[in-house]
């Protein structure tokens, strides 16, 4: 049933076919429509993915779904933040056209049994970590994309790795839609944003400022002309282990395009990184491109 | 690029983004799309299937591809029918409006790596013997409908595992389509039309009619009251090793919506077997239903 949710000023579809339905008449009138898949706790990093999308095309469809598949069993889905109407607030003064909200029994039936599986780009760093949260990932968004059938779908580049899977997700299996990779938004003094910066302490808040330090030595390594990644990588660790409180769980320098290890740095690499501050695993990541620009995928 | 074949009144399309544009174009028309996929090496059972999309759909796609991932390394992908030419004059004739016949290296580029997975109901029967069989079925179909963007997708009971495979894909994925399961056609003979039959030796042609006795065997135990699956299973085992060229693969009596195991059968059942003649491998089943009527799944 379509359920508008009480005082926003937005359509909020509940099952795929009422989702579809709405995209289906929008196409029709020759409109088109960008997808911004989220799991809500909406921060500027999300709102950011919905204004380009709202810039870019005609009708902006926020999707909120905290998705269990793609949490691993001593993982957070239980306590992850979930507040729908602010969420959808904020997604309307961002742009947002419609949003798809979809509750877990829609989405998983009992007998669910299909899923869809990126065997190469997903199995390191974060693969190796969670072991099924990409195949999570990449099942929970075939279907968001089969339900709002976006002409372009928006992710952040915080989740570099997901945003590579997606990306060979699409190609793979000719989704007709563009995947469209957006900036790492940051707090001011650096750390990037995610809703899970809210499980932070006063103290981890200010360690967990670590990552984005260890991607500035990177960044000034490279500059200063080092491309080994194993020299590169070792001084990040160097750096991060500093903060007592900070457990890295990988520190990689990795092809940027496909995250395949290399030898030195001769395309863009990327820099990636997972640490874990007091109980909450952060994650973020720096492009080093050869031709020192920047490489937007 | 669309290559239209010498002398076929029908248009050709070549990559999926070609054969999304058609669709699209077509369906901004208003027009529903059906879409027939096949391995080409057309018979009547996929002539049959062609028909009842024209009747049911303003505009048929046949899709021809001989899909490699759904072979096994000893099967017979290199040796398997192909003739396309022929194949489109035919499915013109039985009412196809539009054809995809993309080649290997468009459907699978060098580091494919995304595979759509279903892991219940494909893993008995055929899954056992062919163990990646329907991953690539999956797989390839996933494909074929987001290239195609049916209405409607016709498949033929013979296959009756993958029938029900794909219709619980497109309910997990919420494919925006309806599968439709259409009887299986036979020589005069009970012989279910097969691409494969072309394999068969005069003699092997002849002993291949096990295959239908021993379902005539099943459903007549059935009308005379035995409910008992293993029983059912055992007289249609015994049936066929009378056949000595006739080496059975499997001969399974399961629930008819899921195919999970049964005691007995009080809801419709479904008879399947795989049984390889000489050194073709060739299926068949029925479906028992306790109502009386045949149940059109």
Not at 158 to 167: C, E
Request: proline letters at 5%.
């Amino acid at each position: 049933m379509t359920v508008a949710a009480k005082n926003i000023p937005i359509t909020v579809f509940r099952t795929p076919s009422e989702m579809q339905a709405w995209s289906r008449d929008r196409r029709r009138e020759g409109k088109t429509i960008g997808c911004v898949p989220t799991m809500g706790a909406l921060h500027d990093g999300h709102l950011s993915l919905i204004r380009a999308s709202a810039a870019g095309c005609d009708e902006t469809i926020v999707t909120i779904f905290v998705n269990p598949t793609q949490f691993g069993p001593d993982e957070d889905l239980g306590k992850y933040p979930r507040d729908e109407a602010s969420d959808l607030k904020l997604a309307v003064a961002a742009g947002a056209t419609s949003a798809y909200c979809p509750a877990v029994e829609v989405m998983y039936p009992e007998n669910s049994s299909v899923h869809v599986v990126e065997v190469n780009i997903s199995t390191g760093l974060c693969g190796e970590s969670r072991p099924f949260h990409f195949r999570g990932v990449t099942t929970v968004v075939s279907k968001l994309f089969n339900a709002c059938l976006p002409d372009r779908a928006y992710f952040g580049m915080k989740d570099y790795q997901q945003l590579l899977v997606l990306r060979r997700m699409v190609r793979d299996l000719d989704f007709l839609l563009e995947i469209v990779g957006c900036p790492i938004v940051r707090e001011p003094d650096g750390l990037a944003m995610s809703s899970r910066n809210k499980y932070l302490t006063d103290k981890a808040r200010v360690d967990a400022l670590c990552l984005r330090k260890g991607l500035d030595i990177a960044e000034q390594a490279f500059e200063n002309g080092i491309r080994d990644p194993k020299v590169i990588g070792e001084m990040v660790r160097d750096s991060i282990k500093q903060v007592e409180s900070a457990e890295i769980d990988y520190i990689e320098c990795r092809d940027a395009e496909d995250l395949s290890e290399i030898e030195t740095i001769e395309n863009p690499a990327v820099v990636a990184l997972a640490v874990t501050i007091g109980k909450t695993r952060l994650i973020d990541n720096t492009v080093l491109s050869p031709d020192k620009e920047r490489k937007d995928v």
